[in-house]
């Protein structure tokens, strides 16, 4: 007997040994090396709550109407909504695999009788149980343990998809908004462009009447100011396009939404090149890669365990009146306790699940290597946009200066006469044309700002 309890726990140490050498227990950790090496040692780094990606989107957008719209998104969006509801989905799974530790509990009452050669049926004849069982199994080999770590990790998965989905639709919202700012802004100088451009052809045309000018400076100027009415219908559509993107963003049907003209997102300019590679770890999309990765690796483990013997313990009890084949009325107590153990001998199939397993997990670490370089990439764009356009907005305003400068100098010489109604209609153009690459410029530098905020995963809560 004591050679038996001897022997019994050198298997138990070799299979033990066996299990820790196949880290059938061992936590999911990025590797050493390479980008996972060094996305595992900055999250070591600590939490910066001055960096861009974790200041709140209110600190970010300070226009209250554009705060306004982004609440709404985030309470109506569809997309939203159902990123929630996976992680809700994904909570669930990870309880389920959670009671998996719990014994499974049946109750199967049941009766019946039966007749023989026309005998009559009595109420003796009746036999009837009223069992009760549970059932038992005993992860000595790590299946369940890693089935728990995996569900865990899709719930961190889905979460941070739900966190991607927040930061996506926040940009979305205010790359709308802005895009209508700058579009009811153009609308704006060229309407008020047409004005003047139509008080132009009037003083054409009164220069023509007096001999100063032929009938060429009057149709030109009449083409020029033809060409500033086109472009008018065009913008109106173009911003009853943006106003229906936005309503789709609200979940709400099309209507006109109102903005600030002057409203621009507040950016932090201490950012000037470079970012840390913690900043980019804290991204969603990353994170949610660096999940998938980790559900790979568990179910690596879990391919793994299917190499060992499944214990399973059952135990019953309950009620009967049948006892062999007698009936007994009335019926007794009765109770049972049994072990399994079922062992895998042809592993073929078993091979065949861990060999994909593997493949799927360097798949996954493949995946997030790119998802880490991808995001360098995107931040980098983004930076550098925001750079150059804050950059190029400075000339852009110099030139409206110089250029609405030049058309009020070229006026009042056309009044004196020492100035030609082409330099007058060169001039108008110009400026329209300056005008418009300004505001459209002070929308790419909104844009890149909003696009440099979310590629640093910025709207996380």
Same mark, same amino acid.
């Given at each position: 007997m004591k050679f038996n309890k001897i022997s019994m726990a050198f298997m138990v140490a070799v299979i033990a040994a066996t299990m820790s050498s196949c880290h059938i227990y061992k936590k999911f950790d990025l590797p050493k090396e390479g980008i996972a090496g060094e996305v595992a040692e900055a999250q070591k780094a600590e939490y910066d709550s001055t960096a861009l990606g974790n200041i709140s989107w209110e600190e970010m957008f300070t226009d209250p109407q554009l705060q306004a719209l982004i609440?709404?998104?985030?309470?109506?969006?569809?997309?939203?909504?159902?990123?929630?509801?996976?992680?809700?989905?994904?909570?669930?799974?990870?309880?389920?695999?959670?009671?998996?530790?719990?014994?499974?509990?049946?109750?199967?009452?049941?009766?019946?009788?039966?007749?023989?050669?026309?005998?009559?049926?009595?109420?003796?004849?009746?036999?009837?149980?009223?069992?009760?069982?549970?059932?038992?199994?005993?992860?000595?080999?790590?299946? +369940?343990?890693?089935?728990? /770590?995996?569900?865990?990790? @899709? #719930?961190? =998965? $889905?979460? &941070?998809?739900?966190?991607?989905?927040?930061?996506?639709?926040?940009?979305s919202v205010a790359n709308c908004y802005y895009t209508i700012v700058m579009l009811e802004n153009q609308l704006q100088v060229s309407q008020e462009t047409a004005k003047l451009w139509g008080e132009?052809?009037?003083?054409?045309?009164? +220069?023509?009447?007096?001999? /100063?000018?032929?009938?060429? @400076? #009057?149709? =030109? $100027?009449? &083409?020029?100011?033809?060409?500033?009415?086109?472009?008018?219908?065009?913008?109106?559509?173009?911003?009853?396009?943006?106003?229906?993107?936005?309503?789709?963003?609200?979940?709400?049907?099309?209507?006109?939404?109102?903005?600030?003209?002057?409203?621009?997102?507040?950016?932090?300019?201490?950012?000037?090149?470079?970012?840390?590679?913690?900043?980019?770890?804290?991204?969603?999309?990353?994170?949610?890669?660096?999940?998938?990765?980790?559900?790979?690796?568990?179910?690596?483990?879990?391919?793994?365990?299917?190499?060992?013997?499944?214990?399973?313990?059952?135990?019953?009890?309950?009620f009967t009146n049948l006892l062999g084949s007698l009936i007994t009325n009335p019926g007794k107590w009765f109770y049972q306790l049994a072990g399994q153990l079922t062992l895998p001998l042809f592993r073929s199939q078993n091979i065949a699940n861990l060999k994909a397993a593997k493949a799927q997990q360097k798949q996954a670490l493949n995946s997030f290597e790119y998802a880490v370089l991808n995001a360098s990439a995107e931040v980098s764009d983004a930076l550098v946009a925001y750079t150059n356009y804050k950059e190029r907005s400075i000339y852009l305003k110099e030139q409206v200066y110089n250029l609405e400068k030049a058309v009020e100098y070229n006026n009042d010489l056309l009044s004196f006469g020492t100035a030609t109604y082409l330099e007058v209609l060169t001039a108008q153009q110009m400026l329209l044309s300056a005008q418009m690459s300004m505001l459209q410029n002070d929308f790419s530098v909104n844009q890149s700002a909003i696009n440099l905020y979310q590629s640093l995963g910025g709207g996380r809560n």
């Amino acid at each position: 007997m004591k050679f038996n309890k001897i022997s019994m726990a050198f298997m138990v140490a070799v299979i033990a040994a066996t299990m820790s050498s196949c880290h059938i227990y061992k936590k999911f950790d990025l590797p050493k090396e390479g980008i996972a090496g060094e996305v595992a040692e900055a999250q070591k780094a600590e939490y910066d709550s001055t960096a861009l990606g974790n200041i709140s989107w209110e600190e970010m957008f300070t226009d209250p109407q554009l705060q306004a719209l982004i609440q709404i998104a985030l309470d109506q969006n569809a997309n939203l909504e159902n990123a929630r509801l996976n992680v809700e989905i994904a909570n669930a799974q990870l309880l389920g695999a959670k009671l998996n530790y719990v014994p499974q509990i049946a109750i199967t009452p049941n009766g019946g009788t039966a007749s023989y050669g026309g005998s009559k049926i009595t109420h003796d004849s009746w036999s009837y149980q009223l069992p009760a069982t549970a059932t038992w199994q005993i992860d000595l080999f790590g299946g +369940l343990l890693n089935g728990k /770590r995996q569900a865990k990790a @899709a #719930v961190m =998965q $889905s979460e &941070a998809y739900r966190q991607a989905v927040q930061s996506q639709i926040i940009a979305s919202v205010a790359n709308c908004y802005y895009t209508i700012v700058m579009l009811e802004n153009q609308l704006q100088v060229s309407q008020e462009t047409a004005k003047l451009w139509g008080e132009s052809v009037e003083a054409m045309q009164a +220069l023509k009447d007096a001999g /100063r000018f032929n009938e060429v @400076a #009057v149709v =030109q $100027s009449k &083409a020029n100011y033809n060409s500033i009415l086109a472009s008018i219908p065009q913008l109106e559509l173009n911003l009853h396009k943006a106003y229906n993107a936005m309503s789709v963003l609200m979940n709400s049907t099309p209507k006109h939404w109102t903005v600030d003209a002057a409203s621009t997102p507040t950016f932090p300019e201490y950012l000037k090149e470079g970012v840390p590679m913690s900043y980019l770890a804290a991204r969603p999309d990353v994170k949610a890669a660096e999940q998938s990765f980790a559900i790979a690796y568990y179910a690596t483990n879990r391919a793994r365990s299917a190499f060992y013997p499944n214990i399973m313990i059952s135990a019953g009890g309950g009620f009967t009146n049948l006892l062999g084949s007698l009936i007994t009325n009335p019926g007794k107590w009765f109770y049972q306790l049994a072990g399994q153990l079922t062992l895998p001998l042809f592993r073929s199939q078993n091979i065949a699940n861990l060999k994909a397993a593997k493949a799927q997990q360097k798949q996954a670490l493949n995946s997030f290597e790119y998802a880490v370089l991808n995001a360098s990439a995107e931040v980098s764009d983004a930076l550098v946009a925001y750079t150059n356009y804050k950059e190029r907005s400075i000339y852009l305003k110099e030139q409206v200066y110089n250029l609405e400068k030049a058309v009020e100098y070229n006026n009042d010489l056309l009044s004196f006469g020492t100035a030609t109604y082409l330099e007058v209609l060169t001039a108008q153009q110009m400026l329209l044309s300056a005008q418009m690459s300004m505001l459209q410029n002070d929308f790419s530098v909104n844009q890149s700002a909003i696009n440099l905020y979310q590629s640093l995963g910025g709207g996380r809560n």
